[in-house]
């Protein structure tokens, strides 16, 4: 079976700060990686993806994120963050089937 | 360009009665989940639908809920009797294909709020 772990609840940080958030998940078999943002009383929204390829994932809203087969990380990053990128953010696993397994999220604070 | 569907947006009522959310899935997507988001448990899948047939509803909690989905554009989950322990936010996702771990596509949730 899979499992994600996403190893801060909470992250706290000061505008145009680089941020990382840790994600790290088990998996027997080859998988798929996501990374999702949460907005306040939204739904989930897809900030990026690995499938296969190049290790380094670019996403939206200026974000990245690094697959380490060898660690079992998929974390993610951004070089300077902005008031509004404050939300909650899922990393997620898939197997190939229709399943995600989503990480219990991580809250980023933003600090003026 | 429309995206998932979901009513009501939110929901108060009393134990004992039923529940129905409903949910319009991105028009031309194949594949529907539901899930359910508490403080507690985080996000957890209960049902998913490809081609509006149920393919894993391992994650229903108990005999009270039940998912339909009798179209490609429609799908409810209905909770009876409904408990305060089901109050959470459910969230309804789509996505364009089987092997759906591509890229789902929420709704807004219900807010469910269980007196």
């Known amino acids: 079976a899979q499992s994600v772990t996403q190893l801060d609840s909470q992250v706290p940080v000061f505008e145009e700060a680089p941020v990382e958030l840790r994600c790290n998940y088990s998996?027997?078999?080859?998988?798929?990686l996501f990374w999702y943002v949460q907005y306040p009383n939204q739904g989930l929204q897809l900030l990026l993806k690995?499938?296969?390829?190049?290790?380094l994932v670019k996403g939206i809203n200026g974000f990245e994120a690094e697959f380490n087969k060898s660690q079992t990380s998929f974390h993610l990053r951004k070089p300077s963050v902005h008031i509004s990128d404050t939300a909650e953010y899922f990393c997620?696993?898939?197997?190939?089937?229709?399943?995600?397994?989503f990480g219990k999220g991580t809250r980023l604070h933003i600090l003026p | 360009d429309a995206g998932v569907i979901q009513s009501p947006r939110h929901e108060v009522t009393e134990m004992g009665q039923e529940v129905t959310l409903r949910c319009k899935p991105i028009?031309?997507?194949?594949?529907l989940f539901w899930y359910r988001q508490t403080m507690m448990r985080g996000l957890e899948l209960l049902i998913y639908?490809?081609?509006?047939?149920?393919?894993?509803d391992s994650g229903m909690p108990e005999d009270r809920f039940s998912a339909k989905m009798p179209n490609a554009s429609f799908s409810t989950l209905k909770i009876q009797p409904s408990e305060p322990r089901d109050s959470a936010v459910y969230f309804c996702a789509s996505s364009s294909s089987a092997g759906a771990a591509l890229a789902q596509h929420f709704g807004d949730g219900t807010r469910l709020s269980i007196l």
């Open positions: 690995y499938l296969s390829g190049s290790t």
């Open positions: 998996s027997s078999v080859s998988v798929y």
């Open positions: 028009s031309g997507h194949n594949s």
């Open positions: 639908f490809n081609n509006n047939v149920p393919i894993d």
């Open positions: 997620a696993v898939s197997v190939r089937d229709d399943k995600i397994i």
